[in-house]
């Protein structure tokens, strides 16, 4: 596609309840990178993927927090029982880059504003 | 550790004037990596430049500039004679050669009245 497209925009989640984050990159991407933004704040990483290998889940926050890209194409950003601290926008985003190589901007989505009441 | 600092959080001018927007990083790593974003109400990313550590020569593209200093480990971003649709929160990032994540400021929101 023409961008990084994420779904949905919005997600509302009681306390407790597991949500699916969706993510279409950039075709032909290699990586892919989740980020979490709080109200106010600035993006912090999660997790970084090379086609389909995790490489890095240095800032999952937690154990209920669960990535995946399978096909080294769409990825999904899972949440366990949901708490209301796990309120924010994911933000999803690729780029041409490889791991450690020559480093080239990251694209970025609009975001899944998730709340949780 | 990685860290970068904005320390306007909010910035309130009147159009045409001129802004910048301070970004201090740290690092110890010699090759690395900064960005600045845009992120306007509608909420992605907007990338807007990449400087790596080697060149340190400042950027001019219309009516944004950046300063690089790695003396002060600074990469200031000025606004020439803004306008009300520059309106937007504005993250500085690093980038560190280890890897591929970008850590972000706490960002800048830049309000242009008319």
């Known amino acids: 596609g023409a961008g990084v497209s994420q779904s949905p925009r919005y997600k509302v989640a009681k306390r407790g309840q597991d949500v699916a984050l969706r993510c279409d990159p950039i075709s032909g991407h290699v990586s892919l990178f989740w980020y979490q933004q709080a109200l106010g704040q600035g993006p912090e990483f999660l997790t970084y993927f090379q086609n389909e290998a995790q490489l890095d889940k240095s800032g999952l926050p937690s154990d209920r927090f669960f990535a995946e890209r399978p096909e080294g194409s769409v990825s999904t950003l899972k949440i366990q029982r949901t708490q209301q601290e796990d309120s924010a926008v994911y933000l999803c985003?690729?780029?041409?880059?490889?791991?450690?190589?020559?480093?080239?901007?990251?694209?970025f989505g609009q975001g899944t504003r998730l709340t949780v009441v | 550790a990685q860290k970068v600092t904005q320390a306007q959080t909010e910035i309130s001018v009147v159009e045409k004037e001129d802004v910048t927007l301070d970004c201090v990083y740290e690092t110890r790593d010699t090759t690395y990596y900064l960005f600045w974003y845009k992120q306007p109400p509608s909420g992605e990313l907007v990338f807007l430049i990449r400087?790596?550590?080697?060149?340190?020569q400042n950027e001019i593209s219309g009516r944004y500039s950046w300063n690089f200093q790695k003396s002060t480990s600074s990469f200031n971003f000025t606004i020439t004679a803004s306008q009300v649709v520059d309106s937007a929160v504005y993250f500085c990032a690093l980038n560190y050669n280890a890897g591929n994540m970008l850590t972000f400021g706490g960002g800048t929101r830049l309000m242009v009245k008319p």
């Open positions: 985003a690729s780029s041409a880059s490889r791991w450690r190589g020559a480093n080239t901007e990251a694209f």
């Open positions: 400087r790596n550590s080697f060149d340190e």
